[in-house]
């Protein structure tokens, strides 16, 4: 635990049958990985503060429901099961939910090949559309190609937080937000203007830390890479 | 608080609150223009731009679509298309499902006919007044004879001083009362806790969303007890060690907002309030404030950030409110009905509390009842009532119908058969047979009535409040929707019901929130409960029609 300072109060837990000592304060997530235990995740990024609302990083604490991994902290004598078919079967669905409203193409996966969604929709199999198709038909969310660096794909998004988070807490550009609720809410640019109009300086941490199709650098998508 | 209450005051005075204005209060403020269109977005009474000069709101949710039809909120919208100036607005429930079709005009309840709501709304007839009433009932959980003996309790336990505090919180102990809002924690643990947390300022929130479809019994104690929530939370500011308390109200209940602020300005008036609380060493200040709106702003946390100006959306728990509250302090949230119910405990004895009780269940309950039944209302009743026995006292079913189902407390909990009819309304006896005493909101269902249907309403409400922060809930609820209409209009999916409860499951282990938790709930219990009846409309138990 490198970015938490010593001489900390040290707690012990198991995770998986595993004996974890971690400083008080470390997330399940942050001990699993210590362990050597990979746990997924979609909204987490190590370099944020965790918000737990993707849910794809859910474990098996003893608990009424499952807990976020990213974001609920190790307690001591903790017993916390990382992975079975029932946790299995919960990202999976959670990862049906999402894919039934990406769009066909994602730009992310056809430029650079890394869309998080649609690795993990890999992993637990999901060739077809379990849901409604939330993406096809007149009442998708659209797209904003107003910005001359940022290629903006609402219907990717996934609301992970990531850039919101990336650009008000790392990069204090207070620019992009939340607006609208439940199954409306999307992100915005200042007051839900297009994103080449808003106060946006192009910094570009947002589509470096995106997941998904949602935001990407204009440059590169567009351009196939080609894997040899 | 403030930011919130400028873009209330923005909303008020000039019908909207437009980017202009946003743009201007960001300036004056330093707030970043992103956070206030998160705010405008997310609260429903904040407009973009100004509404005609009639807006009327017809409840869309499953007491009004009982007795006003599936098609009410169109018929009202048809009858006054064209109309100049007019505006229909379907919108959630308006806890008023007592007198259920219920809308409001410009703010103004009103009910009835298609025909009467338009005349309303064409000003062929005059609003109803909107005041509280002169004189309310009498009820039991009031220990005071008049007026002249409101604060009786505050004040003799202030005259006997500091080592009364831990006999309080032992006596809600020993009383058994637990949380009315929905969880049913018990109450004197949580005074308890919040008492020992450490931190500084601590404070003291009254929960008065009251939201749920089916739920008004927190409307009738605002209106006519409120002198007995604001006692109770100046006693818990003073065990707690809390100089300043929050009364979160929902901004429909307008008439019920004047009973509260004329009881405040008594209790101000009285010494009950102010810094020096009947000449003691303790200061106790109350403020209301109004939500801008939303079902899930009654969440516990959601409320907390909607009183810090953030959108209301739930936090990520433990930590609790106990601990890390508002502002990250110790914050002691009860509901109206919890508080309400404190004086008369402490002044009479945990044991006469229990007594009031049936059987083995403690003390008293509000219940709203709604459906069909002959006489909808509150009524204050013995802490378990069977279900039969409440149905007697509401006059029965009408028309001499029978009994099909009841969902017992509000629209979150499990419908269960007529069979079930001789349960008693206590925590314990309805988490027993399958459903929950939740908020506190009986509904009664007639045979004839499409359950799925009605089921399918209830999942529709939570799509339409869900706050849209964590996928299950977000996207599981707008998928099942989806489903169920397609399956109603006729074409159920392939294997619908197995997927309905493999989604309900997720929902249920992964939301953040009681909102996704039990979203599904409603419809998975009438699968499970009425399955002759959700076959016929879902597809059969193994779902869907043969491809
Ligand atoms: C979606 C949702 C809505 C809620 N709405 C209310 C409400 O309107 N009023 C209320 O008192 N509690 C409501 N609750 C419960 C509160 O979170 C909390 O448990 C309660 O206010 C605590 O007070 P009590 O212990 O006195 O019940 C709601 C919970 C959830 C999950
Ligand atoms: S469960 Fe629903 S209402 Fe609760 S936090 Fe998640 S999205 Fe919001
Ligand atoms: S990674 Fe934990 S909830 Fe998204």
Same mark, same amino acid.
């Given at each position: 635990?490198?970015?938490?300072?010593?001489?900390?109060?040290?707690?012990?837990?198991?995770?998986?049958?595993?004996?974890?000592?971690?400083?008080?304060? *470390?997330?399940?997530?942050? +001990?699993?990985?210590?362990?050597?235990?990979?746990?997924?995740?979609?909204?987490?990024?190590?370099?944020?503060?965790?918000?737990? %609302?993707?849910?794809?990083?859910?474990?098996?604490?003893?608990?009424?429901?499952?807990? +976020? !991994?990213? %974001?609920?902290?190790?307690?001591?004598?903790?017993?916390?099961?990382?992975?079975?078919?029932?946790?299995?079967?919960?990202?999976?669905?959670?990862?049906?939910?999402?894919?039934?409203?990406?769009?066909?193409?994602?730009?992310?996966?056809? !430029?650079?090949?890394?869309?998080?969604?649609?690795?993990?929709?890999?992993?637990?199999?999901? *060739?077809?559309?379990?849901?409604?198709?939330?993406?096809?038909?007149?009442?998708?969310?659209?797209?904003?190609?107003?910005?001359?660096?940022? +290629?903006?794909?609402?219907?990717?998004?996934?609301?992970?937080?990531?850039?919101?988070?990336?650009?008000?807490?790392?990069?204090?550009?207070?620019?992009?937000?939340? *607006?609208?609720?439940?199954?409306? +809410?999307?992100?915005?640019?200042?007051?839900?203007?297009?994103?080449?109009?808003?106060?946006?300086?192009?910094?570009?941490?947002?589509?470096?830390?995106?997941?998904?199709?949602?935001?990407?650098?204009? !440059?590169?998508?567009?351009?196939?890479?080609?894997?040899? | 608080?403030?930011?919130?209450?400028?873009?209330?005051?923005?909303?008020?005075?000039?019908?909207?609150?437009?980017?202009?204005? $946003?743009?201007?209060? #960001?300036?004056?403020?330093?707030?970043? $223009?992103?956070?206030?269109?998160?705010?405008?977005?997310?609260?429903?009474?904040?407009?973009?731009?100004?509404?005609?000069?009639?807006?009327?709101?017809?409840?869309?949710?499953?007491?009004?679509?009982?007795?006003?039809?599936?098609?009410?909120?169109?018929?009202?919208?048809?009858?006054?298309?064209?109309?100049?100036?007019?505006?229909?607005?379907?919108?959630?429930?308006?806890?008023r499902?007592d007198t259920?079709?219920?809308?409001?005009?410009?703010?103004?309840p009103?009910?009835? #006919?298609?025909?009467?709501?338009?005349? &309303?709304?064409? =000003?062929?007839?005059?609003?109803p007044p909107d005041e509280p009433k002169a004189a309310p009932a009498k009820w039991?959980?009031d220990?005071?004879?008049?007026a002249?003996?409101? &604060?009786?309790?505050?004040?003799?336990?202030?005259?006997?001083?500091?080592?009364?505090?831990?006999?309080?919180?032992?006596? $809600?102990?020993?009383?058994?009362?637990?949380?009315?809002?929905?969880?049913?924690?018990?109450?004197?643990?949580?005074?308890?806790?919040?008492?020992?947390?450490?931190?500084?300022?601590?404070?003291?929130?009254?929960?008065?969303?009251?939201?749920?479809?089916?739920?008004f019994?927190d409307r009738l104690i605002l209106e006519e007890l409120p002198h007995l929530?604001?006692?109770?939370?100046?006693?818990?500011?003073?065990?707690?060690?809390?100089?300043?308390?929050?009364?979160?109200?929902?901004?429909?209940y307008g008439k019920e907002r004047k009973a509260l602020t004329h009881a405040?300005?008594q209790? @101000?008036?009285?010494?009950?309030?102010?810094?020096?609380?009947?000449?003691?060493?303790?200061?106790? /200040?109350?403020?209301?404030?109004?939500?801008?709106?939303?079902?899930?702003? =009654?969440?516990?946390?959601?409320?907390?950030?909607?009183? /810090?100006?953030?959108?209301?959306?739930?936090?990520?728990?433990?930590?609790?409110?106990?601990?890390?509250?508002?502002?990250?302090?110790?914050? $002691?949230?009860?509901?109206?009905?919890?508080?309400?119910?404190?004086?008369?405990?402490?002044?009479?004895?945990?044991?006469?509390?229990?007594?009031?009780?049936?059987?083995?269940?403690?003390?008293?309950?509000?219940?709203?009842?709604?459906?069909?039944?002959?006489?909808?209302g509150v009524?204050c009743?013995?802490?378990?009532?069977?279900?039969? /026995?409440?149905? /007697? @006292?509401?006059?029965?079913?009408?028309?001499?119908?029978?009994?099909?189902?009841?969902?017992?407390?509000?629209?979150?909990?499990?419908?269960?058969?007529?069979?079930?009819?001789?349960?008693?309304?206590?925590?314990?006896?309805?988490?027993?047979?399958?459903?929950?005493?939740?908020?506190?909101?009986?509904?009664?269902?007639?045979?004839?009535?499409?359950?799925?249907?009605?089921?399918?309403?209830?999942?529709?409400?939570?799509?339409?409040? #869900?706050?849209?922060?964590?996928?299950?809930?977000?996207?599981?609820?707008?998928?099942?929707?989806?489903?169920?209409?397609?399956?109603?209009?006729?074409?159920?999916?392939?294997?619908?019901?197995?997927?309905?409860?493999?989604?309900?499951?997720?929902?249920?282990?992964?939301?953040?929130?009681?909102?996704?938790?039990?979203?599904?709930?409603?419809?998975?219990?009438?699968?499970?409960?009425?399955?002759?009846?959700?076959?016929?409309?879902?597809?059969? #138990?193994?779902?869907?029609?043969?491809?």
């Amino acid at each position: 635990m490198t970015e938490k300072q010593s001489g900390q109060k040290l707690i012990s837990l198991t995770i998986d049958g595993k004996t974890v000592r971690v400083p008080e304060g *470390t997330t399940i997530w942050e +001990a699993a990985r210590e362990a050597g235990i990979d746990i997924p995740v979609l909204c987490h990024s190590p370099r944020m503060e965790p918000v737990g %609302v993707c849910r794809i990083c859910v474990v098996e604490i003893g608990e009424r429901v499952l807990a +976020a !991994s990213c %974001v609920r902290k190790c307690e001591e004598g903790m017993q916390v099961q990382a992975d079975s078919d029932d946790i299995q079967q919960h990202r999976k669905m959670l990862t049906a939910l999402l894919l039934s409203d990406y769009p066909q193409q994602s730009a992310r996966e056809e !430029s650079t090949g890394d869309d998080e969604l649609l690795a993990l929709a890999r992993d637990y199999g999901i *060739t077809e559309l379990t849901f409604p198709d939330g993406a096809a038909g007149p009442e998708g969310r659209g797209t904003d190609g107003s910005s001359p660096v940022i +290629a903006v794909d609402h219907q990717a998004c996934i609301l992970c937080d990531r850039c919101i988070r990336a650009c008000d807490d790392i990069q204090h550009n207070d620019v992009i937000g939340r *607006t609208g609720k439940g199954y409306q +809410a999307r992100i915005a640019f200042d007051l839900n203007t297009p994103m080449g109009e808003s106060s946006c300086v192009a910094c570009g941490e947002c589509m470096a830390v995106c997941p998904t199709g949602a935001l990407t650098n204009k !440059s590169v998508a567009g351009l196939k890479i080609v894997v040899t | 608080m403030e930011l919130l209450n400028k873009m209330m005051e923005l909303q008020e005075a000039d019908g909207s609150v437009s980017d202009a204005a $946003l743009h201007k209060l #960001s300036k004056e403020t330093g707030t970043p $223009l992103y956070r206030l269109e998160g705010l405008r977005g997310f609260y429903p009474v904040f407009r973009a731009h100004p509404a005609p000069k009639t807006h009327v709101r017809v409840c869309r949710d499953i007491s009004c679509a009982m007795r006003g039809g599936n098609s009410f909120c169109r018929d009202v919208a048809s009858a006054l298309s064209g109309v100049a100036d007019v505006e229909v607005e379907e919108a959630s429930c308006l806890g008023r499902c007592d007198t259920a079709p219920a809308a409001t005009v410009n703010e103004i309840p009103v009910s009835g #006919s298609v025909e009467e709501i338009r005349a &309303y709304a064409q =000003g062929e007839t005059p609003l109803p007044p909107d005041e509280p009433k002169a004189a309310p009932a009498k009820w039991p959980t009031d220990p005071y004879e008049d007026a002249a003996h409101h &604060y009786g309790t505050l004040k003799s336990l202030l005259s006997a001083g500091e080592e009364k505090k831990q006999e309080v919180v032992e006596t $809600l102990k020993a009383s058994g009362l637990r949380g009315m809002g929905g969880a049913g924690f018990p109450t004197g643990m949580k005074w308890d806790f919040t008492a020992k947390a450490r931190g500084e300022p601590k404070y003291v929130v009254c929960n008065a969303d009251e939201s749920e479809p089916g739920t008004f019994k927190d409307r009738l104690i605002l209106e006519e007890l409120p002198h007995l929530m604001i006692e109770a939370m100046v006693i818990a500011g003073w065990i707690i060690g809390a100089a300043e308390g929050v009364i979160y109200l929902r901004h429909e209940y307008g008439k019920e907002r004047k009973a509260l602020t004329h009881a405040i300005d008594q209790a @101000r008036a009285t010494g009950a309030l102010g810094v020096s609380v009947f000449g003691a060493d303790f200061a106790f /200040e109350l403020r209301v404030f109004i939500s801008p709106g939303g079902y899930i702003l =009654g969440e516990e946390t959601a409320m907390l950030e909607a009183l /810090e100006d953030k959108r209301g959306e739930p936090r990520n728990k433990p930590p609790f409110p106990t601990n890390a509250g508002l502002w990250g302090k110790p914050t $002691l949230i009860n509901n109206v009905e919890t508080f309400a119910a404190v004086p008369v405990i402490l002044s009479r004895g945990a044991q006469w509390w229990e007594a009031q009780g049936a059987g083995d269940c403690k003390g008293l309950k509000f219940l709203a009842v709604s459906g069909d039944v002959e006489q909808p209302g509150v009524y204050c009743v013995p802490m378990g009532t069977t279900i039969n /026995e409440l149905l /007697e @006292r509401c006059g029965g079913v009408p028309e001499g119908k029978a009994l099909a189902a009841f969902a017992p407390g509000g629209a979150s909990s499990n419908f269960l058969p007529a069979a079930k009819g001789d349960v008693a309304l206590d925590f314990q006896a309805l988490q027993d047979a399958g459903s929950m005493l939740g908020s506190g909101a009986v509904i009664y269902v007639a045979d004839g009535r499409d359950l799925v249907e009605l089921a399918s309403n209830v999942v529709r409400f939570f799509r339409n409040e #869900s706050c849209g922060k964590c996928v299950p809930c977000r996207v599981g609820s707008a998928k099942a929707v989806d489903m169920l209409e397609t399956a109603l209009a006729g074409n159920p999916q392939q294997n619908l019901i197995p997927l309905l409860q493999e989604m309900g499951d997720t929902l249920a282990k992964t939301s953040i929130c009681g909102l996704g938790q039990v979203a599904l709930a409603p419809v998975l219990s009438v699968i499970e409960n009425f399955s002759e009846a959700a076959a016929a409309r879902l597809g059969g #138990s193994n779902g869907g029609r043969k491809p």
